[in-house]
């Protein structure tokens, strides 16, 4: 078996090989390829990678290379985990929105429409040669904004599902909470990327008990931190809201901190660089700790899951995915891109039954799901006015001075990436 990691060099990378060396056993990989053209970053992470496989006795052989091509021809899974214009492009998304009083994120708002122009049309050249290299190759994707670039890679064709580390944190975090392995919590989990809810936490699978009540009553004041919204809030709602929802549910309070404090790129920026250093050291043979505060906890576990049900029919018969909605929340279109338990296995993933969401919820989702239909068609045919209508659509915000202000400023500040600016 052969799989692909696209933005091989990524610091997140040495998470990934740590899963795939120790959950070997459900994702035979004789041979991974880590693809990125950045060499002073592929260089450290390839090898502490090949260092981590011998370790753990994994038999794979690692090959790195800045050849695409070369590199997915024969892939059997293709993932992708690129940034385009790095962490420079996504310190400029967490701070010009801010000029107008609204959130800078690389993923919500203005910054993350900044991210998802920049990036559909390159995953879709990437998506391309994969299908012309093996046109019966899954395509994996955790590159954010996941939710618009897994719904661009099914609308032309390709055979893609879209992962995100969110539901596997939830569900790794109440597993702590209630005493039980993860593998006995089921999340009844219902939304978009990045903006989702837990409307049941079930022991046992799908059918099994539903603890969210006892969850909320015992463990409140803990979830409540984790998300940093406050307790009565969650008992109001009596669910557990994705902490991305704080962008919704307390944007000026948000907006506020983002002002006072360094954005959370430069912060990511400085910890890259500490673990490039590390990865270098030959020493190392292992992930170091300080990954765990770069972000994409459990990912690995997720990527592993997902490839292993994708390939070979093992893995998790239920997992969190971003999927085609194809009637399972009736109040979105079909081909909207919906992140909810489904059941996966060689031939993709077949969303689960959704209980009626509530219209608090669902009218955020079909908002939100408006404006990533716009944000896509900015993305694969351009526009000054198309951008403008996908901001003034975007619930966070919506009046036509921000909108016109911000589609100025994003794009002064993305004309390099977009060719048609």
Known sequence: MKLTVVGGGSTYTPELIDGFARLRGILPIEELVL?????????????LARRIFARQGHPGRIVTTADLDAGVDG?????????????????????WPLECGCVG?????AGGLAKALRTVPVVLDIAERVRRANPRAWIIDFTNPVGIVTRAL???????????????????????????????????????????WETGVRLGGPGGEDVLPALLTGHGDAIAADLRLPRPLLDRLGVVPSYYLRYYYAHD?????????PSRAAEVAAMERELLEMYGDPALEEKPALLARRGGAHYSEAAVDLAAALLTGSGSTHQVVNTRNDGTLPFLPDDAVIEVQAAVGPEGASPLPVTPVDPLYAGLTASVTAYEDLALDAALRGGRDRVLRALLAHPLIGQYAYAETLTEALLAHNREYLAWA
């Open 105 to 109: 994120q690389e993923t919500t708002g």
């Open 253 to 261: 309070e948000v907006v506020r901190e983002l002002r006072t404090k």
């Open 35 to 47: 693809v990125d053209p950045a060499a002073e970053r592929l260089e450290p992470v390839g090898g």
């Open 75 to 95: 892939a059997d899974a293709v993932l992708l985990q690129l940034r385009v214009g790095g962490q420079a492009a996504r310190a400029q998304d967490e701070t």
């Open 154 to 196: 099914l609308r032309a064709g390709h055979r893609a599902v879209g992962l995100c580390n969110v539901a596997i944190g939830l569900q790794r975090r109440f597993a702590g909470l209630l005493g039980v392995a993860a593998s006995e919590v089921h999340l009844d989990h219902v939304g978009l990327n990045h903006l989702t």
